[in-house]
Every structure is written in C-alpha cells, then in structure tokens.
T-cell receptor, first 117, second 112 residues
Framework: GAVVSQHPSRVICKSGTSVKIECRSL??????MFWYRQFPKQSLMLMAT?????????EQGVEKDKFLINHASLTLSTLTVTSAHPEDSSFYIC?????????????FGPGTRLTVL | GDSVTQMEGPVTLSEEAFLTINCTYT??????LFWYVQYPGEGLQLLLK?????DKGSNKGFEATYRKETTSFHLEKGSVQVSDSAVYFC???????????FGKGNQVVVIP
C-alpha cells in the first residue's frame, strides 16, 4: 500500500524555539494532507487540512500562526511549531490522500513525538 | 459535533480468545464508519469500513456492523492471534466524507 513517512520521529527542543516536522508521501502524489495531534490516551484531533499549492484550512481553536503548514509539492507537507512551549508537547501525525481525496484513501505516517522542555 | 466513543481501558486476552471492542458514535446525517489499526512503530492503517446502515465491514478476520438504531460499530474477531496486538481506533467521516473524527483508541494485547 501507499507509504507516508514523517521526520523526525522524535524531537526534543527548548521552550521558545521552532520545530519543523516533515510529512512525505513516498510512492504516490498527495493532493491533500492532514495534520493531527494526539495527547496521551486521547483521540487524534484534526488540526488542519492542506491542499497542494493552497493555504491550509485550520480547525476551530488551532492557531494558524502557531502551527504553520506548508504543502508546496504533491509529496511533501511541513508543520512548523513556532515558539514552542511545554504545552505543545504532543504526538503529531500526518496523513495523505491521493487524487480520489476520499477519507478512506488517507494513509497515515508513523507520527512525531515532540517534547518541549 | 460528530464524535466517537470507545470503551475505556486496554484489552488483554489470550490467543484464540474472542475479541470485542465497543464503539458508539454521535453524528448528524449519515456518516461512514471505520476501524483503523496501529501496529507498534507504524502509522494507522485502515482495517475495515462501512458506508451505510446494516453494512458489515470485514478484513483479516475482523468484522463490524453499522448499526444505526444503536449508533454503534463494534469490532469483533472470533479467534485472536499474538500478531493482532495493536491499538485499534474507531472513526467516522463527516457528512462530506473528507474529515475523520476518531475515538481514543484501545490497546489490545494478546498473550500466547
């Protein structure tokens, strides 16, 4: 099946710094990418949806200036957590869907564990 | 808004035992329902789905039936294997079919 990778898998940073997480579709073109956040023992919460070449659509309550999303190509989307604080520590998961765009064609990355000290 | 509720707590059972994971949902309209599985170190994978009432999704011995009257989509497997140890997530799509809402997930541990 389709493969989605994330890099890094784990990152630790100091409070106030910015962190970039990459999401790549390795063997298909992803017209739409989704970013989720997962707290321990909680469900995945959709943060934003991005279509290649256009601005991301953020879910209610997600700060767009805090979580910068770029989807510049059909195989790469990035999430930048700006001026990170300890409360931003979480597990971030991306998913990608191909030209069909349907939810059942979403392929998920393995996630990135962010720890902000 | 749309939401999914999964039973609390991890599930530990012996090999060849019967597995049930409960899932109920709240939604407007007629969502599609999904079960995803996440094996250690890997991304979520679609396990099965159902798109309308009374549909039964099945894959790898797992089954779930879309019950509109009870707003449920319980996952079952008749005889689990150690390789079924994973986290299982119930999810639904919104009315437009392009956003997913997930339950909290259940850790399943199968003991030899």
């Amino acid at each position: 099946g389709a493969v989605v990778s994330q890099h890094p898998s784990r990152v630790i940073c100091k409070s106030g710094t910015s962190v970039k997480i990459e999401c790549r579709s390795l063997d298909f073109q992803a017209t739409t990418m989704f970013w989720y956040r997962q707290f321990p023992k909680q469900s995945l919460m959709l943060m934003a949806t991005s279509n290649e070449g256009s601005k991301a659509t953020y879910e209610q309550g997600v700060e767009k200036d805090k979580f910068l999303i770029n989807h510049a190509s059909l195989t790469l989307s990035t999430l930048t957590v700006t001026s990170a604080h300890p409360e931003d520590s979480s597990f971030y998961i991306c998913s990608a869907s191909g030209t069909s765009g349907g939810v059942d064609e979403q392929f998920f990355g393995p996630g990135t564990r962010l720890t902000v000290l | 808004g749309d939401s999914v509720t999964q039973m609390e707590g991890p599930v530990t059972l012996s090999e060849e035992a019967f597995l049930t994971i409960n899932c109920t949902y709240t939604a407007t309209g007629y969502p599609s329902l999904f079960w995803y599985v996440q094996y250690p170190g890997e991304g979520l994978q679609l396990l099965l789905k159902a798109t309308k009432a009374d549909d039964k999704g099945s894959n790898k011995g797992f089954e779930a039936t879309y019950r509109k009257e009870t707003t449920s989509f319980h996952l079952e497997k008749g005889s689990v294997q150690v390789s079924d140890s994973a986290v299982y997530f119930c999810a639904l799509s919104d009315a437009w079919g392009n956003r997913l809402a997930f339950g909290k997930g259940n850790q399943v541990v199968v003991i030899p």
